[in-house]
């Protein structure tokens, strides 16, 4: 770490912290960051002739830095509150026809899962499933084949995680993608990139979806309340708004008046109305934080081999059982504990300690999160400290 990022994260000061994936602790000169916008906008005038200039450029600075790290055109990227809105409200645009099939894995995200599962009903789609979970030597090959089994002439969307929350398993999204074109031409993927962006380096793979997801508040340390979306050109051009505000129009005036053609040519089409401006700053002040802190090789050969080391220290823990037989090293260590009933106990148990992993509900197992700014002896303290409560 080159500017000792620790030092600038309240949260990581009185705590180990392993819940990267669930939220990102915010650093204080982020949160400064978000101060100090919302006092220029009162200083400006919420509502004047001065400050929309600042909020255009605040807007358009966030967009280039979220496109270049996603590897695409910012006239593709649109802003989000978070995963669930950005998955969510852009595929119900999607035209789909009584009798086609989503598929979905089952290591998606509760929400995404339900969402899907209400898109179906209401449009008659048939809502299938395909196994990754009980994939014990999990591997590309074998997603693949699982994928290739359900797909037919009837498969209309696919949506599944980039890097799947409950195991950590990085997706081969470029080769999901040639399966399912090669399949059905008109079909679409959508990816969930929650646990992606902030941890790993994904600017030469988002491209391969139709619609890719991610949030600031986790991987990335950003604020909670702000997302963005990448979406296709495909995408933008073949599917309709799903809720409708002043944001997603060409313009406002003449509104009344009947037109083909109301709602923006880019991504800009599926945001909705007034958002929160300040956040922008806290995002882009995390980001630059976290490339000052560690260099994008540097980050990822580090959190590969703290990720390792917390899984060699696991797999020699006595009742601890991992629940990949292989180390996939992408930050995300899950396990289970087979003498422990009352999983949420003993995560309180380990907080007591100041120590915080979580239990993740379906499978019911325990997660741990490394990130860059992670520390030998923090992965050496939660491995003792399992070991003495098991």
């Not at 260099?295 to 060699?312: P, Q, V």
Request: include cysteine; proline fraction near 4%; charge should be positive.
């Amino acid at each position: 770490m080159i500017n000792n990022l620790r030092d600038q994260i309240p949260a990581l000061k009185n705590k180990y912290y392993f819940n990267y994936g669930g939220q990102g602790p915010l650093p204080k000169s982020s949160l400064d960051a978000i101060v100090k916008t919302w006092e220029i906008i009162q200083d400006l005038g919420p509502f004047t002739n001065n400050m929309w200039p600042f909020i255009y450029k605040e807007i358009l600075t966030t967009k280039r830095i979220i496109a270049q790290k996603l590897g695409v055109n910012s006239k593709n990227v649109a802003f989000t509150e978070n995963i669930s809105s950005g998955m969510i409200l852009p595929f119900w645009g999607i035209k789909v026809k009584e009798g086609e099939e989503l598929l979905i894995s089952d290591c998606e995200h509760p929400g995404v899962v339900a969402a899907s599962r209400e898109f179906c009903r209401r449009n008659k789609l048939t809502f299938k499933i395909f196994p990754i979970q009980k994939i014990k030597n999990l591997n590309d090959e074998n997603i693949i084949l699982e994928i290739l089994k359900n797909l037919n002439s009837k498969t209309k969307i696919l949506i599944i995680s980039h890097i799947l929350w409950n195991f950590g398993y990085k997706i081969p999204l470029k080769e999901i993608s040639i399966e399912l074109k090669n399949n059905r031409e008109d079909s679409y993927l959508l990816v969930d990139g929650a646990q992606t962006f902030g941890h790993i380096n994904i600017e030469k793979e988002v491209f391969y979806s139709d619609l890719y997801s991610i949030t600031s508040h986790k991987w990335a340390c950003g604020p909670e309340g702000l997302g963005a979306i990448y979406v296709s050109d495909r995408f933008i051009h073949e599917t309709d708004p799903t809720i409708i505000g002043w944001k997603s129009l060409k313009k406002e005036q003449g509104i009344y008046e009947p037109s083909d053609n109301l709602f923006h040519d880019d991504a800009r089409k599926f945001e909705i109305a007034t958002s929160c401006i300040p956040l922008l700053a806290g995002l882009r002040n995390s980001l630059d934080l976290l490339d000052k802190d560690c260099h994008e090789k540097e980050k990822n050969k580090n959190i590969k081999r703290l990720s390792g080391k917390l899984w060699d220290e696991l797999n020699q823990s006595k009742g601890v059982e991992l629940v990949l037989e292989k180390k996939y090293l992408n930050g995300i260590v899950s396990f289970n504990i087979e003498n422990i009933k009352d999983k949420d106990k003993f995560v309180k148990e380990l907080g007591g300690k100041k120590i915080w992993i979580r239990v993740l509900e379906d499978p019911k197992w325990f997660r741990a999160c490394v990130h860059q700014m992670t520390t030998e002896a923090e992965i050496d303290l939660l491995a003792r400290e399992i070991k003495n409560l098991t």
